[in-house]
């Protein structure tokens, strides 16, 4: 399990001084790139082979508030991968108390937007 630690600042909070809903996608995302680069992908190399990650599919369940200044901790696992999906489960944490729970699944395609396999330290991890 990949566990990357974020803040909440100002600038994430809605007007009642709560995160903006569409931040928790943001957060995820930094973990997810950040969980990638940590196994050796490197997102700036498949680029300028010509592929790249597409989120395909985000299934979201908000369950409580995180609101300005909170530390959280954002935990990603594999749930399952085949030779051209990924699916992971995500979740956001504050202290030991889940906030927002995802089930994500990405896929690689050309700069054309033609289906790829997933790079093999990826397709390793089934």
Same mark, same amino acid.
């Not at 399990?1 to 809605?14: A, K, L, N, Q, S």
């Not at 997810?32 to 299934?59: C, P």
């Not at 369940?61 to 399952?80: G, H, M, N, Q, S």
């Given at each position: 399990?990949?566990?990357? +630690?974020?803040?909440? /600042? /100002?600038?994430?909070?809605?007007?009642?001084?709560?995160?903006? /809903?569409?931040?928790?996608?943001?957060?995820?995302?930094? *973990?997810? &790139?950040?969980?990638?680069?940590?196994?050796?992908?490197?997102?700036?190399?498949?680029?300028?082979?010509?592929?790249?990650? %597409?989120?395909?599919?985000?299934?979201?369940?908000?369950?409580?508030? *995180?609101?300005?200044?909170? $530390?959280?901790?954002? $935990?990603?696992?594999?749930?399952?991968? &085949? +030779?051209?999906?990924?699916?992971?489960?995500?979740?956001?944490?504050?202290?030991? %108390?889940?906030?927002?729970?995802?089930?994500?699944? %990405?896929?690689? %395609?050309?700069?054309?937007?033609? +289906?790829?396999?997933?790079?093999?330290?990826?397709?390793?991890? &089934?």
């Amino acid at each position: 399990m990949h566990r990357f +630690p974020i803040r909440v /600042y /100002y600038e994430d909070t809605d007007m009642g001084g709560v995160v903006y /809903y569409a931040n928790y996608l943001r957060f995820i995302e930094r *973990a997810r &790139s950040d969980w990638v680069r940590n196994l050796g992908n490197d997102q700036n190399a498949m680029r300028a082979d010509g592929l790249i990650w %597409v989120v395909q599919r985000v299934e979201a369940d908000y369950r409580l508030p *995180a609101r300005f200044d909170d $530390e959280l901790l954002i $935990e990603t696992e594999v749930l399952k991968v &085949s +030779p051209a999906r990924l699916i992971m489960g995500q979740r956001v944490m504050r202290a030991e %108390v889940e906030i927002f729970r995802a089930k994500v699944t %990405v896929a690689c %395609v050309t700069a054309e937007g033609k +289906p790829r396999r997933l790079p093999a330290e990826i397709r390793a991890l &089934s």
